[in-house]
């Protein structure tokens, strides 16, 4: 069991928006702004899409964005592609006993 | 432009120790204020971190798993280790390296190897 809880799945068709949620505790999520996003495609290693609740690394889409709001955080995609058909993980500090924690994942299907 | 490559058996016996290596190439292992992390994704799960490294020597371990892992670094060779002691079959995963650029605290995996797929079992 994870320790941060995403949606298993989560689905949009080309041009719409869709938001992923991510909800932790007051230990983790709720305590730290330092939520990270990671987009997986089949096969292929995790890809940094968002760190530290809402900042876009360099070559990002600005179509992603991340937000908090007490213990849940949320990726949101705007303007749905095809290509953003992949699995989407937050992961989370939480602490310096436990430090990292990752969701379960949230398959995103573009319909 | 940083790459990532991990390496080392890919069948490992219960009980026994796994160890991977990951060579960093395009930068120096010690320049910048990064850690260095193990990542594994069991098949057709979520991803799990297992723990970092700092040049310096220190090192951070997920608590499930602190008991077996140790995380060391290279900066010679510029390569970090894991090695993963008393495997069993819940220990098969692709094992990911990346470079973190959390400051110590959250894991910001900006570059990261392909993945290595270690498999426990007789």
């Known amino acids: 069991q994870s320790a941060l809880t995403q949606p298993a799945s989560v689905s949009g068709s080309p041009g719409q928006s869709i938001t992923i949620s991510c909800t932790g505790t007051?230990?983790?999520?709720?305590?730290?702004?330092?939520v990270s996003w990671y987009q997986q495609h089949p096969g292929k290693a995790p890809k940094l899409m968002i760190y530290?609740?809402?900042k876009r690394p360099s070559g990002v889409s600005n179509r992603f964005s991340g937000s908090k709001s007490g213990n849940t955080a949320s990726l949101t995609i705007s303007g749905l592609q095809a290509e953003d058909e992949a699995d989407y993980y937050c992961?989370?500090?939480?602490?310096?006993?436990?430090?990292?924690?990752f969701g379960g994942g949230t398959k995103l299907t573009v319909l | 432009q940083v790459q990532l490559q991990e390496s080392g058996p890919g069948l490992v016996k219960p009980s026994q120790t796994l160890s991977l290596t990951c060579t960093v190439s395009?930068?120096?292992?010690?320049?910048?204020?990064?850690?260095w992390s193990w990542i594994r994704q069991p098949a057709g799960k979520g991803l799990e971190w297992i723990g970092r490294?700092?040049?310096?020597?220190?090192?951070n371990y997920n608590p499930s798993l602190k008991s077996r892992v140790t995380i060391s670094v290279d900066t010679s060779k510029n390569q970090f280790s894991l090695k993963l002691s008393s495997v069993t079959a819940a220990d098969t995963a692709v094992y990911y390296c990346?470079?973190?650029?959390?400051?110590?605290?959250?894991?910001?995996?900006?570059?990261w190897g392909q993945g290595t797929l270690v498999t426990v079992s007789s």
């Open positions: 990346a470079r973190d650029r959390g400051r110590g605290a959250t894991f910001r995996g900006d570059y």
């Open positions: 395009g930068g120096s292992i010690s320049s910048g204020s990064y850690y």
């Open positions: 490294i700092y040049t310096s020597g220190s090192t």
């Open positions: 007051s230990s983790d999520v709720g305590s730290y702004n330092l």
């Open positions: 530290e609740g809402s």
């Open positions: 992961c989370s500090y939480a602490g310096s006993s436990t430090y990292v924690v």
